[in-house]
Every structure is written in structure tokens, then in C-alpha cells.
């Protein structure tokens, strides 16, 4: 199974908002360049206001959230689940099998900070992560899934057992990796479905928990 954080809020400051005092005061108290740090809307909400998909952006705690919980499912420590974050800005990062990342958010984000920068991050010669510039439908066609099932409030309803038999023969599922909003039109056309767990709005952490362990019933159990 293939899982796809898509249009993630993963990204470095960007160049417009490096000027700004919130901004440079964050990046002074880390010891750090305005440009080598995270954007973060704890930290940085006065230089994001109306910045384009606002909503899309600075909160890297999301996505942390997410890793935390699909890279401790017996489905990836096994092997089974191969996990590709896609970022608001366009980049792809690659998660290497069976590693396991800081559980502290301060140490993900120095993490991340230095593989935006690097663009790869190894340890005892082994890859861990890797950075590429590349669109959501690149990334497809690397992965070649049998099917590309994505997760939104505006998908049609399904159960969990159903969506879990659908995701069988090597598919991919698409989560939205923001906190607000829904996929733009050019993620929501490369899948093949899309479908909607709960009537309520779920955070992403929360779907990635359920459909995995759904997921996981099927295999093996």
C-alpha cells in the first residue's frame, strides 16, 4: 500500500515572508537563517495573513502528527506501506523503509529543516529520507498503484471495511496533509475515487490511523 500526504504544510520560509520581523525574530532565537527555518503559523501568523492558500500553510505539527502515527503501524515496520509526503510547494519527500522518526516536534522540525536544505538525510550509510522537485501526478507515475483512492468531506460516504477491501493489489490512498480546505483540481484529478470516512470532518491524523488499521484487518488478520 502506497500513502500520500498530499499538499502538505511542509515547507521552508519562503522568500516573500524572510523580511519580516516575526519571522527574522524566530529565526535569531534558533540561530538560524530566515530562510533555513520552517514556516510555522504559531511563530510566523503575522507574516502569513493573505498569503496564497493560507489555509494550506504553516502547520508542519500536522504532518509530524501523521508520521508519528502511520510509521508505528505494524503495516510499515513490516514493510507493507510505502509513504510519500507531497508538499504545498511542489516538492516530494521520500520516507525509507522501517525508520523511525524523532518523537519530539522540536527534533522533526530540525530534521526537516536540514533535509529541505540537503536534500537527503542518511544515517549509518543507510537512506532515511530523500527531497525531489517533483508534481503529485510525477509521483503516481513512479509508484504506479493499481488504484488512487484520495480522502476529502467531499468524497462519497463509504465504510472502512469497504474502503480497506478497495485499497487491496497494491493501491494508493491520498490524504490531504493541511489543516482547512479541500484538494486543488490538479490532485483531485489524478485519483480514481474519492471517498469520505465519517459525516463529521476528521483531522488527518485521525484518518490516517483509521484507514490504516482498516487496512491492516485485511492483511493480517
Same mark, same amino acid.
Given at each position: 500500500?502506497?500513502?500520500?500526504?498530499?499538499?502538505?504544510?511542509?515547507?521552508?520560509?519562503?522568500?516573500?515572508?524572510?523580511?519580516?520581523?516575526?519571522?527574522?525574530?524566530?529565526?535569531?532565537?534558533?540561530?538560524? *537563517?530566515?530562510?533555513?527555518?520552517?514556516?510555522?503559523?504559531?511563530?510566523?501568523?503575522?507574516?502569513?495573513?493573505?498569503?496564497?492558500?493560507?489555509?494550506?500553510?504553516?502547520?508542519?505539527?500536522?504532518?509530524?502528527? &501523521?508520521?508519528?502515527?502511520? &510509521?508505528?503501524?505494524?503495516?510499515?515496520?513490516?514493510?507493507?506501506?510505502?509513504?510519500?509526503?507531497?508538499?504545498?510547494?511542489?516538492?516530494?519527500?521520500?520516507?525509507?523503509?522501517?525508520?523511525?522518526?524523532?518523537?519530539?516536534?522540536?527534533?522533526?522540525?530540525?530534521?526537516?529543516?536540514?533535509?529541505?536544505?540537503?536534500?537527503?538525510?542518511?544515517?549509518?550509510?543507510?537512506?532515511?529520507?530523500?527531497?525531489?522537485?517533483?508534481?503529485?501526478?510525477?509521483?503516481?507515475?513512479?509508484?504506479?498503484?493499481?488504484?488512487?483512492?484520495?480522502?476529502?468531506?467531499?468524497?462519497?460516504?463509504?465504510?472502512?471495511?469497504?474502503?480497506?477491501?478497495?485499497?487491496?493489489?497494491?493501491? &494508493?490512498?491520498?490524504?490531504?496533509?493541511?489543516?482547512?480546505?479541500?484538494?486543488?483540481?490538479?490532485?483531485?484529478?489524478?485519483?480514481?475515487?474519492?471517498? *469520505?470516512?465519517?459525516?463529521?470532518?476528521?483531522?488527518?491524523?485521525?484518518?490516517?490511523?483509521?484507514?490504516?488499521?482498516?487496512?491492516?484487518?485485511?492483511?493480517?488478520?
Amino acid at each position: 500500500l502506497s500513502l500520500i500526504f498530499a499538499e502538505s504544510s511542509l515547507e521552508l520560509v519562503p522568500r516573500e515572508l524572510q523580511a519580516h520581523r516575526s519571522v527574522v525574530s524566530h529565526a535569531r532565537r534558533l540561530g538560524k *537563517r530566515p530562510g533555513e527555518i520552517l514556516l510555522d503559523v504559531s511563530w510566523h501568523y503575522a507574516a502569513m495573513r493573505g498569503i496564497k492558500d493560507e489555509m494550506k500553510r504553516g502547520r508542519p505539527d500536522l504532518i509530524h502528527m &501523521c508520521l508519528q502515527n502511520a &510509521c508505528s503501524t505494524p503495516l510499515y515496520l513490516r514493510g507493507g506501506l510505502a509513504i510519500y509526503i507531497h508538499t504545498i510547494s511542489g516538492r516530494v519527500i521520500t520516507i525509507g523503509s522501517g525508520i523511525r522518526l524523532p518523537k519530539s516536534y522540536h527534533r522533526f522540525a530540525g530534521l526537516m529543516e536540514r533535509l529541505f536544505l540537503d536534500g537527503s538525510i542518511e544515517h549509518e550509510g543507510r537512506r532515511m529520507l530523500d527531497l525531489d522537485t517533483m508534481g503529485l501526478a510525477e509521483v503516481i507515475e513512479e509508484i504506479r498503484p493499481g488504484a488512487i483512492l484520495g480522502l476529502s468531506t467531499l468524497g462519497d460516504r463509504i465504510q472502512l471495511p469497504r474502503l480497506a477491501s478497495e485499497l487491496a493489489g497494491g493501491s &494508493c490512498v491520498v490524504i490531504g496533509g493541511f489543516q482547512r480546505g479541500h484538494f486543488a483540481p490538479h490532485v483531485s484529478s489524478v485519483m480514481d475515487a474519492t471517498y *469520505r470516512i465519517g459525516d463529521d470532518p476528521l483531522e488527518a491524523h485521525v484518518v490516517t490511523s483509521r484507514v490504516l488499521y482498516e487496512y491492516e484487518k485485511t492483511v493480517f488478520m
